[in-house]
């Protein structure tokens, strides 16, 4: 059996982002169940790593990740699929505080799409191909293709993708709001990581305040919401990176942010 850790090539330098490559082209890097669970390890790990502000997640030049492993979904029965401990490790990747960035590049399907929702900016190389071909196997998304891809792209684009099965181009995902930027076939990696870069460089507190504020959209009526950003907002008011940002911009040099 591979091992799952020789599937995903991490590489960490010293520009405060950490790239993840999903690596297994026998598979398609289908996402199997150690597979997953050895991504939310990683971000686990990345988690109180102060020197880790920003993660890219890409895979190979012609598949991101073809879905889940077929293997496993035929072993399953009710009982098994009730007691799969596979949503319990997708909520450990949604609930990573720091910003992600995927870069797609070829087939992005099942729960590669579902993997590429749990990221915060996408970039799609010119040749990318996004679906939710579930139905064809007489099941359904488990794991947001439903729930978090209405929500994203709209109800009858969900619809389409999810009730048809057929996948839809880059520049399609593009406009559905799916993928933030369509780029040459083969450059999203590079235009990922300076992405990632770049907010790498900017205030690390305020940043996970960003995100999670943009995240509860999801989930929080529009009054909560504003009541939470304005909570969050008053709370940085009270940090050494904001203290440091305001400085900076009056003096006119480069922050030096701490992470306080």
Do not use: Y
Request: include cysteine.
């Amino acid at each position: 059996m591979t091992d799952p850790q020789t599937l995903i090539l991490v590489n960490r330098q010293d520009d405060g982002v950490l790239r993840l490559t999903l690596n297994n082209p026998d598979k398609r890097n289908a996402l199997a169940t150690p597979v997953l669970a050895l991504i939310a390890d990683i971000l686990d790990s990345a988690r109180d790593d102060t020197a880790i502000r920003c993660v890219v997640i890409s895979g190979l030049p012609k598949v991101f990740a073809a879905g889940a492993d077929i293997n496993e979904l035929a072993q399953k029965d009710v009982v098994g699929a009730l007691a799969d401990v596979r949503p319990a490790i997708w909520a450990q990747i949604r609930a990573f505080p720091k910003p992600i960035v995927a870069a797609i590049e070829g087939w992005c399907l099942g729960a590669g799409n579902e993997l590429l929702m749990c990221c915060d900016i996408a970039i799609a190389g010119a040749g990318a191909k996004f679906g939710q071909p579930e139905t064809n196997l007489g099941i359904i998304p488990g794991a947001g293709g439903t729930a978090t891809l209405s929500r994203i792209v709209g109800r009858m684009a969900a619809m389409h993708m999810v009730l048809l099965g057929q996948p839809i181009d880059a520049t399609t995902a593009q406009q559905l709001g799916l993928v933030l930027e369509v780029v040459g076939e083969g450059e999203a990696l590079a235009r990922a990581d300076a992405i990632a870069v770049a907010i790498a460089g900017r205030a690390p507190v305020a940043v996970r305040q960003a995100k999670a504020l943009v995240n509860a959209a999801f989930d929080l009526p529009h009054t909560a919401h504003l009541a939470a950003e304005r909570q969050a907002f008053s709370a940085l008011f009270g940090t050494a990176d904001k203290r440091e940002g305001i400085a900076a911009f009056m003096e006119k040099r480069n922050a030096e942010w701490t992470n306080g």
